[in-house]
């Protein structure tokens, strides 16, 4: 079975920095990888996706993925966050021939002025 | 407006009563999901389906049950609520099996007295 580790629970960051949340899935032939972000009280909305091709991604807000086939990483960028980002952010991941996707258990991501 | 609607948004209610969660999506996604969150499990899948009167057990399916009679709604029954069912679930469609990604509504608040 598909299996997601989102590295930190918890990245606490001030404004305008750089960050990265870390993703890692165990290995599959095929698979399409996805981030949701949920900010509080909602429901979670896709940030980006890799299905094929380039390995960088780029989705909403500014946000970045890249594919690691090798290390079974998608970790997930922003060059330099604001206060409106403070979120949880989701890995999930759909093995190739599956339509069930398997999520990761979610990284707070807390933006400090 | 188009899009997938969850009610109630808050619910309480007593240990031992019968509770339906209501999912509608105006899509026509033949894929549907219902997930619970709880702090330091992220996302489980509760039941899904892939087609009016296609069901299937998720991860943790005890103590839920689920009809979908027509493609839009997927309700989901709590036959005898305990207090370990405390959570928010939030209900999903997705029209594409592999590439698509999940739509979500945004959650019901369940409180089991």
């Known amino acids: 079975a598909q299996s997601v580790t989102q590295l930190d629970s918890q990245v606490p960051v001030f404004e305008e920095a750089p960050v990265e949340l870390r993703c890692n899935y165990s290995s599959s032939v095929s698979v399409y990888l996805f981030w949701y972000v949920q900010y509080p009280n909602q429901g979670l909305q896709l940030l980006l996706k890799y299905l094929s091709g380039s390995t960088l991604v780029k989705g909403i807000n500014g946000f970045e993925a890249e594919f690691n086939k090798s290390q079974t990483s998608f970790h997930l960028r922003k060059p330099s966050v604001h206060i409106s980002d403070t979120a949880e952010y989701f890995c999930?991941?759909?093995?190739?021939?599956?339509?069930?996707?398997?999520f990761g258990r979610g990284t707070s991501l807390i933006v400090h002025p | 407006d188009a899009g997938i609607t969850q009610s109630p948004r808050y619910k309480i209610t007593e240990t031992g009563r019968q509770v339906t969660l209501m999912c509608h999506q105006t899509?026509?996604?033949?894929?549907m999901f219902w997930y619970r969150q709880d702090l330091g499990h992220g996302l489980r899948l509760i039941y899904y389906?892939?087609?009016?009167?296609?069901?299937d057990k998720g991860e943790v399916p005890d103590g839920y049950v689920v009809s979908r009679s027509k493609t839009e709604n997927f309700p989901l029954t709590l036959e005898s609520a305990t207090r370990s069912q405390t959570s928010v679930y939030f209900c999903?469609?997705?029209?594409?099996?592999?590439?698509?990604?999940?739509?979500f509504g945004e959650g019901s608040r369940l409180t089991v007295l």
């Open positions: 999903a469609s997705t029209g594409q099996a592999n590439t698509g990604e999940l739509f």
């Open positions: 899509w026509s996604h033949s894929y």
């Open positions: 999930a991941v759909k093995p190739g021939g599956s339509y069930i996707p398997t």
């Open positions: 389906s892939a087609a009016a009167d296609i069901t």
